[in-house]
């Protein structure tokens, strides 16, 4: 439910530089996007051998959308850039800010020990030590439940079939060791958004989906945005999503409660440019909550300058200032969402194919291709020098397949 491209090594990796310049990034727009630039950068994913790639790139109020390459591998469609597309992981920052709201009502802590809300499924000594913000940054040292899940072909084309309940996964994920004590690093685990989507359960009294659903989607208008539930399909327009191992399977309708809260969503990248503006902006958390939110925790405690999460958010520094967001691998889909922090910059960005990569140990021209893109939409026309500097560097993901690469990648 992270991105997997070399920017997606495991199903997740990101982009990150090791030099950051933090104030270009607040420097308002001017001209916007180079057009031409990102219509060059964008042909080049589905000629390095994506099916199809879409992007919404904002600089202040000018907007660009647009896509290229084939929405299908078996019959002509192109992509456009309106299509819905699973989103993985940046999930979790839908359901941070909707636990977020929660703090901001008073109606629980942050600091609060999960296991004064959820006794029965996070009992005893690990009830106590772990808290609400230890789920949200990665921290609480719980197994991820996806790397015992997916751990074969076979049991890929089974979760495509099958409808899980929350507990049940999250129960995977506690029967796995821990892999710190709580609080003492930053380790990905897709179990605590599960855990995350439980305490809004609990404290609402009402479906977890819904409630994201009342508080942020309905507010923002974001109308292509959803929780599936365990309806394979993804309603509206949309590509398929392609599975590289299983070459040309159309993998599109997938019962995505295996993901549930850590994943399940389904948005369009103009959406998620909008959320992330309102989250960013102001308009969703109170100024001391958003602060929380961007109070942040290394990710590769021996690369600090990787990147840092926050509470559902990351932030990686880049040659064009410091980015906020996420990123989201399923299988077939992946995307990222980067965002300057006044949100004057904005980029989202996905493909329809997903694992191409995996037990290759050079980086992919997909994973080259789709980063140049990146970076001609972050960085403006006149730093367009500084295109050249970033690098992608694999960070904690989903899960891993065996035969994934984790090195990182300079890219030109």
Not at 140 to 161: E, F, H, K, L, P
Request: with cysteine.
């Amino acid at each position: 439910m992270a991105t997997s491209v070399a920017l997606v090594a495991t199903i997740a990796v990101v982009p990150a530089s090791a030099t950051a310049q933090p104030d270009s990034a607040a420097r308002p727009a001017t001209g916007g996007p180079d057009r031409a630039a990102l219509r060059a950068a964008l042909a080049a994913v589905p000629e390095a051998g994506a099916p199809g790639v879409l992007v919404a790139v904002r600089e202040g109020r000018r907007d660009w959308r647009d896509a290229a390459g084939q929405a299908y591998l078996t019959r002509p469609q192109p992509m456009r850039p309106q299509m819905r597309h699973r989103i993985g992981s940046i999930t979790k920052t839908f359901v941070a800010t909707t636990v977020l709201q929660l703090v901001d009502e008073g109606r629980l802590g942050l600091d609060d020990p999960i296991g004064r809300w959820l006794p029965d499924i996070v009992p005893d000594e690990l009830g106590t030590e772990v808290t609400v913000r230890m789920l949200l940054n990665h921290t609480s040292g719980i197994g991820n439940y996806t790397n015992a899940m997916i751990n074969s072909y076979a049991a890929i084309d089974q979760m495509r079939v099958t409808t899980y309940a929350p507990a049940d996964l999250v129960a995977i994920g506690l029967a796995l060791p821990p892999t710190n004590a709580p609080g003492a690093r930053f380790s990905y685990s897709n179990t605590n958004y599960l855990l995350a989507g439980l305490l809004i359960e609990t404290i609402t009294g009402n479906d977890a989906a819904a409630e994201v659903q009342r508080r942020i989607l309905r507010p923002l208008k974001l109308t292509d945005t959803f929780f599936p539930g365990t309806d394979a399909r993804i309603r509206g327009p949309h590509s398929g999503a392609y599975f590289a191992p299983f070459g040309v399977r159309d993998l599109s309708e997938f019962n995505m409660s295996w993901a549930w809260t850590a994943g399940e969503m389904i948005a369009t990248t103009a959406d998620l440019n909008t959320f992330f503006r309102a989250l960013l902006g102001g308009d969703l958390l109170s100024p001391a909550t958003l602060d929380e939110m961007l109070t942040a925790v290394p990710m590769l405690p021996e690369q600090p300058a990787a990147g840092s999460y926050g509470l559902g958010i990351y932030s990686l520094p880049t040659p064009c200032g410091e980015f906020w967001g996420h990123d989201g691998a399923v299988i077939g889909h992946l995307t990222i969402s980067l965002h300057s922090r006044d949100g004057a910059r904005q980029l989202s960005s996905g493909i329809n194919i997903s694992h191409y990569q995996v037990g290759l140990p050079d980086p992919h021209p997909i994973d080259i291709a789709w980063n140049t893109l990146l970076g001609t939409a972050i960085c403006p026309a006149d730093e367009a020098g500084s295109r050249s500097a970033v690098t992608i560097a694999p960070l904690p993901s989903v899960t891993r397949l065996p035969g994934n690469n984790d090195a990182p990648v300079a890219v030109p």
